[in-house]
Every structure is written in C-alpha cells, then in structure tokens.
C-alpha cells in the first residue's frame, strides 16, 4: 500500500490541559498504530544436523525485521511510552540520548513519528551505517571522543537546549513491562510454543543497557520455567566483572564491539537474573558472524555480536549437560570396593558397579557427563548411565 499524505502534525500544546492532553493522545496513539503494524521479529531456526539428532534445536531472534533495521526498536518504543506516560516530555521537546547507535537510530524514528527533535550522543567512532541511518530518520549526531563520555554529555546538552535525556541506561528495564504486554521475552516463549522443545534450556544473550537480560530474567522466574540465561560479554566491558564482584563503581576502556558492553556498570543491568556470563573475545565474534552468514544463506548483519560466538561453546556442553533427562542418573564408585564390568539392560550404557555395595548417589556435577552428581575424595571417576525414554 502506498501512502503519499504526508505526515500530519501533531496537536501543539500551547499551555492548557485539554490542549496538552490532545497532545499526548495522539503521540500515544501513533505510537500504538505503530505497534499494530508491525509484525513479531522472526525466530529463526538454525539448521545443525548434528546437533538436532542430539536433541539439541538452536534458534535465532532476527530483529532487522524491525521498521527500522534496528534492534533497539521494541526498547525505543517502551522508553518513549515511559517519557510520554510519566510527563517528561512535552510538543516542544529536543529529545537527547547516549547511544552507541542503535538505540539512536529507532528513538530518531519515533521521534520524527511525533514530529520532536533528535539529538544522538555517540562516540565518534561509531559506524557511519548508524550514522547514515540516525540522519536518515531526521535525527542529529553529536560526537564525543570516547564512550564513557556520552552520559554526562548527553545530560549536559539536554539542559542546554532545554530537552529531555532520555537515558536508556538507567530507564529501560523500568519502561519494560518484564511481566508480559508483548515484551521480548513472552514473544520468544509464544513463538516456541509448538516447537518439540518449547521451554528453551538456555537463553544466551549480550547485553548493552542490560534492558534485555533484565526483562528475560524476570520473565522466567515469574514464569517458572526452567531457562536459564546466560550473558555473552566483550572484552572491555565491566559487566561480568559486576557480576562476579557486586562492585557498582567498576569502570573500564568500554567495548570495541559497538552496541554491547559498557565501561561502566548501568542502572537497567540486573546481576541477580543472569545464571552465567561468558566473556568473548573481539576476534571471535567477528569470525561466528561470518560462520552463521554461511549458515543462514544470508549476512548475519552488519556488525559482529559476541552472542554469536558464545552459543558454539554452549553447544558442547548442551550435548553434555544442557537437557539432562530426569532418568539420567549418576553414580560414584566407592575407592575400596572391588569394580566389575556389567552389561545393564538393553538399550543402556554399559556401566562399571561394585562387586558387593550398591552405587551411592552424590550431589553436585558429574565429572564425566555434567549430570547432576559428584566425586570427592573417597570416590573414583562418577559412571552414568541413562535409561530409555
């Protein structure tokens, strides 16, 4: 469908309450047709052969399906839902935000959408494919030298020109509603609905505001599933170190992988959620970007992420121990006790047992499988068997 109408302004405030809320009611209700239009991104399924006959699926969330190409769009839509809701910003409002891209291009979409100003506080050594597309949707750029100085100038040029800093930083995991409403994480869970593994094992993910991580870590233990998520974190950024120390002061020389890691530690990030965080390495990202391009018959997109990369490790132990079958059951073998070889029933492993006492079930992480069971001292190497599903 072609529509050539150009786009009607919005109502102008001009200072009274029924003209102000005529205003604000027709932002919302742009942003909502927005919403209507738009389709659900895509859950691709990425076809491993070798993997699939372990029981193992690994699906992709394709976001460049979004209006913008972004995948920041679904957070910018929320943060502006947030500021609308909440009074900051008004018919006249300058909107500021620091963005190492791709949050600015989709605020500059919406912004437009409500005919407001849109400066981005970026490093200067942003991609000028970000670049291309903040300008292309009426947005301006406003370039620092380093990333750890968009914050302070983005608030800074806010007060200037007398805007609104919408930090998706310290906003975003309080404009998402973690509990539903179409968020991320209950889109992934209703595509996979009718897939034969429709609980996922493993949710692995980067984070850049940490907005994502946030929202899918609720939204499991609110759910009650079983997922557990894991983070993929560049080198440079202080996120797993937060993690792993509580240490809210961390700083850092910040990612050389734009759109993920922070040199700092951020509001929205939620270290309590994340079950394991893996930190990857610049060279590898940049190397599963192009063996998942190959895979998918398509460019994976234009910038590499560390997500990429820190799902193949992940596949190793997945075969080892990601879907454990609760007939699996380990077993150590007392030092002292005699061992011999025995052939269990068909269609079983077969098994080392002692010669005169039964198997003692231990707590923890099986050496040899991953299940869940453990040697110490006075055991030999746990054996595991599995029964037949």
């Known amino acids: 469908m072609l529509q050539t109408s150009p786009v009607s302004p919005l109502p102008v405030s001009t200072g009274g309450v029924a003209r102000g809320d005529a205003w604000l009611h027709s932002a919302i209700s742009r942003i909502e047709a927005d919403f209507q239009r738009s389709a659900d991104t895509h859950l691709i399924t990425l076809n491993l052969a070798e993997s699939a006959a372990r029981g193992i699926d690994f699906y992709l969330k394709d976001k460049s399906t979004h209006p913008t190409g972004s995948l920041?769009?679904?957070?910018?839509?929320?943060?502006?839902?947030?500021?609308?809701?909440?009074?900051?910003i008004h018919a006249a409002s300058t909107i500021v935000e620091a963005s190492s891209g791709s949050t600015a291009v989709s605020e500059a979409y919406f912004a437009r959408l409500l005919g407001l100003r849109f400066i981005a506080v970026m490093p200067r050594a942003t991609s000028p494919e970000k670049v291309a597309q903040i300008t292309h949707h009426g947005g301006?750029?406003?370039?620092?030298?380093?990333?750890?100085?968009?914050?302070?100038?983005?608030?800074?040029?806010?007060?200037?020109?007398?805007?609104?800093?919408?930090?998706?930083?310290?906003?975003?995991?309080?404009?998402?509603?973690?509990?539903?409403?179409?968020?991320?994480?209950?889109?992934?869970?209703s595509q996979m609905a009718h897939e034969r593994h429709p609980v996922p094992r493993w949710i692995v993910l980067g984070a850049g505001t940490g907005d994502t991580s946030a929202t899918i870590g609720r939204f499991v233990r609110y759910q009650r599933y079983q997922t557990q998520l894991c983070v993929a974190d560049p080198q440079g950024s202080v996120f797993s170190d937060y993690r792993r120390s509580g240490d809210i002061g961390l700083r850092g020389a910040g990612s050389r992988i734009e759109g993920i890691g922070r040199p700092q530690v951020e509001a929205s990030f939620i270290r309590s959620v994340i079950d394991r965080m893996i930190v990857v390495a610049d060279v590898d990202p940049v190397a599963a970007m192009q063996a998942l391009s190959a895979l998918l018959g398509k460019r994976s997109g234009h910038l590499p992420k560390p997500t990429s990369s820190a799902c193949w490790p992940w596949r190793t132990r997945c075969w080892r121990a990601a879907r454990p079958a609760p007939s699996c059951r380990c077993y150590a073998i007392p030092a002292s006790a005699t061992c011999r070889p025995i052939t269990t029933a068909p269609g079983l492993r077969k098994k080392w047992a002692p010669a005169a006492?039964?198997?003692?079930?231990?707590?923890?992480?099986?050496?040899r499988c991953q299940c869940p069971a453990t040697c110490d001292a006075r055991y030999l190497t746990p054996v595991c068997y599995t029964q037949p599903d």
């Open 72 to 88: 920041k769009h679904r957070l910018a839509r929320s943060l502006f839902l947030y500021t609308l809701c909440n009074g900051m």
């Open 140 to 189: 301006s750029c406003h370039w620092v030298d380093s990333a750890a100085e968009v914050y302070d100038e983005a608030g800074r040029l806010a007060h200037e020109t007398g805007g609104h800093y919408t930090d998706q930083f310290t906003y975003t995991e309080r404009a998402t509603d973690w509990r539903g409403n179409n968020n991320i994480a209950q889109s992934m869970f």
């Open 357 to 367: 006492r039964p198997l003692t079930p231990l707590p923890g992480t099986c050496g």
